[in-house]
């Protein structure tokens, strides 16, 4: 979250920044409570001063005098009782309103609604024109490697089984997404599957709110993640690390659970949107001055390992209306899917499609996670936080697969990943 302190300080520029982001949030709403939590908090803190000193001066008194301390510390018993009860609720209100304040926009981030107002950055590869191209669901049929009737019927709608050599394939690209990390510096994790909710709502996502995208458990303050992000960025929380000790690179493997499968029309068909699905994500504690220059290394460390995937792809600078709430500045890589459509309306014929995204948080996320960094100075600081993704598992077979294809229907396997999974194709 935003400091209160740079709210406060710098209003316009809030507002002017959520209104770019088209975030519906009351800055003005914030404020006025802001300014009666203060007040509130200033006679709470002042009865219990004044609760500590009559305590005090109890000792070595008369009785006289006694009766009306005993009877002065009623008095402020119950009002602090009313005041505190009061202060609880608009303290409540002032956090909920103060959580839906997004993170500050880089100055060089697009203004922009939405996804249509993204910027095209640069391009790796050109996408090859494949006759009477196949999708992954055509492909993974003809060789029995994807079974989505049979995951409807054992777990529901958008679960599924992968089968044969393709499980062989998403085991290969773990791996050698793990190794191209490691390569970097980064130091490998997997985590669990559930995050409590105080963890989730640190690291920027909603797990229990009317637009959330997360499964919770019920009867638990536990939620199944969406992504390591949220497992790693609580593990360092309500901590304090030396300024020596950064940056600390992580690369995490983790299992990811989404509820939004199913609502975004031809855009879900198949592998590109399910509810479940295994992702090896990139996360980056740093100090306020190294976030940018690192934000650009884990741009590059996805440029290098999909250009090892022998798969076209462009980079896409963020617009403001599709930052989400934690990101300062976010990139995403597009690939080229010969069998993904931009318009439902029209048969198939290719389209790029979000593989990866990566984002410079600044000390959003450490703020809600109360993670500092100790200065050399002894001074201590909210430091920040990066995130990107090395290999989203389900839509890299989508890609690998739909590029790959051969025109006797067998599936080409890139080089890089020949070692891992023992075949050069899939037939």
Request: charged share 30%; with cysteine; net charge negative.
């Amino acid at each position: 979250m935003l400091d209160i302190t740079f709210i406060r300080e710098h209003a316009d520029l809030v507002k002017k920044n959520v209104a770019a982001r088209h975030v519906s949030v009351d800055v003005d709403a914030l404020l006025k409570v802001d300014e009666e939590r203060l007040a509130l908090l200033k006679e709470v803190e002042t009865l219990r001063k004044e609760r500590n000193e009559v305590a005090g001066r109890m000792k070595g008194i008369g009785a006289d005098e006694r009766d009306a301390l005993i009877q002065r510390g009623k008095e402020i018993k119950e009002m602090l009782s009313v005041k505190e009860a009061v202060f609880t609720q608009i303290d409540q209100a002032w956090t909920a309103l103060l959580l839906q304040i997004p993170n500050m926009s880089h100055p060089s981030t697009p203004m922009g609604k939405d996804d249509h107002d993204n910027v095209e950055v640069r391009r790796f590869g050109e996408p090859a024109s494949i006759p009477d191209a196949k999708d992954h669901l055509q492909l993974g049929e003809m060789h029995d490697l994807i079974d989505f009737e049979r995951g409807a019927k054992v777990a529901g709608a958008k679960f599924y089984f992968l089968k044969g050599r393709l499980v062989i394939l998403e085991q290969a690209l773990i791996r050698f997404a793990i190794d191209q990390c490691i390569k970097h510096g980064f130091t490998p994790m997997t985590t669990p599957d559930v995050a409590r909710d105080t963890v989730l709502v640190g690291t920027g996502f909603n797990p229990r709110g009317p637009e959330s995208q997360i499964y919770s458990l019920e009867n638990s303050d536990l939620s199944l993640i969406g992504t390591a992000e949220i497992t790693v960025g609580g593990y360092h929380m309500d901590e304090v690390i030396p300024e020596a000790e950064l940056p600390r690179r992580y690369v995490a493997l983790s299992h990811c659970y989404r509820t939004e499968a199913g609502t975004y029309g031809r855009e879900s068909y198949g592998l590109y949107r399910v509810h479940q699905f295994s992702k090896v994500e990139m996360f980056v504690l740093a100090t306020p001055e190294q976030s940018e220059a690192l934000h650009e290394e884990l741009l590059r460390i996805e440029e290098d390992i999909w250009k090892q995937l022998e798969v076209p792809f462009r980079v896409v600078d963020i617009c403001t209306g599709d930052l989400g709430g934690p990101a300062y500045r976010k990139y995403d890589l597009e690939a080229w899917m010969p069998g993904k459509s931009s318009d439902k309306k029209e048969a198939l014929r290719g389209d790029w499609g979000e593989v990866t995204s990566t984002s410079n948080c600044t000390d959003y996320q450490a703020r809600r996670l109360n993670t500092k960094v100790r200065r050399t100075s002894g001074e201590t600081e909210f430091l920040h936080t990066l995130n990107g993704t090395a290999v989203s598992l389900a839509r890299a077979l989508v890609a690998i697969m739909e590029n790959g294809q051969q025109e006797d229907g067998s599936i080409h396997i890139p080089k890089a990943l020949v070692p891992y999974c023992g075949f050069e194709t899939l037939t």
